[in-house]
T-cell receptor
Framework: AQSVTQLDSQVPVFEEAPVELRCNYSSSVSVYLFWYVQYPNQGLQLLLKYLSGSTLVKGINGFEAEFNKSQTSFHLRKPSVHISDTAEYFCAVSARTGNQFYFGTGTSLTVIP | SAVISQKPSRDICQRGTSLTIQCQVDSQVTMMFWYRQQPGQSLTLIATANQGSEATYESGFVIDKFPISRPNLTFSTLTVSNMSPEDSSIYLC?????????????FGPGTRLTVL
């Protein structure tokens, strides 16, 4: 089975500052990795995904993430955040040979004006 | 991609009653999933529903409490039976869709359930 750890439950950051949301995973098999965003009172939206190839993945809204196999990490970054980035962010993993997703506990990003 | 709708979007129910949540997808999909998101927590998979077979439930979830139907490739229902306040959660439907080779999941907007 796989598991995901999001180390920070809440991250406050000032507008236009950079942010990094941390995600570590555990798996005995090869995996796909995902970041989802959940805006208040809305469903989950895919931000970006790592399937294979380049370890630096770019997603929507200026976000990017880097897959680090040796550290089993998939941290999410944005160089300059906006108020509209305030949301809950979930890291998820699924085995390449399976279809079940395992989600982290989420990181609440609050952008301060 | 897949566009998913859920009904109702929210409901307030009395203890001991049951609520059926509907999930409609705009394309035919093999696998549909039901998740629960309790207040302030992450998503927990309740069950996987394949068309034409019984749903597969995760540890801690049973069919008597969360019966699921999957009558065709675009629709599923989840019933929350004999509700208690502990069932207050957001219930999300998701589907697996993609050009093949990987299993991206798309999520519905969720049903926000409050049990009094």
């Amino acid at each position: 089975a796989q598991s995901v750890t999001q180390l920070d439950s809440q991250v406050p950051v000032f507008e236009e500052a950079p942010v990094e949301l941390r995600c570590n995973y555990s798996s005995s098999v090869s995996v796909y990795l995902f970041w989802y965003v959940q805006y208040p009172n809305q469903g989950l939206q895919l931000l970006l995904k790592y399937l294979s190839g380049s370890t630096l993945v770019k997603g929507i809204n200026g976000f990017e993430a880097e897959f680090n196999k040796s550290q089993t990490s998939f941290h999410l970054r944005k160089p300059s955040v906006h108020i509209s980035d305030t949301a809950e962010y979930f890291c998820a993993v699924s085995a390449r040979t399976g279809n079940q997703f395992y989600f982290g506990t989420g990181t609440s990003l609050t952008v301060i004006p | 991609s897949a566009v998913i709708s859920q009904k109702p979007s929210r409901d307030i129910c009395q203890r001991g009653t049951s609520l059926t949540i509907q999930c409609q997808v705009d394309s035919q999909v093999t696998m549909m999933f039901w998740y629960r998101q309790q207040p302030g927590q992450s998503l927990t998979l309740i069950a996987t529903a394949n068309q034409g077979s019984e749903a597969t439930y995760e540890s801690g979830f049973v069919i008597d409490k969360f019966p699921i139907s999957r009558p065709n490739l675009t629709f599923s229902t989840l019933t929350v039976s004999n509700m208690s306040p502990e069932d207050s959660s957001i219930y999300l439907c998701s589907v697996e869709s993609g050009p093949g080779g990987y299993n991206e999941q798309f999520f519905g907007p969720g049903t926000r359930l409050t049990v009094l």
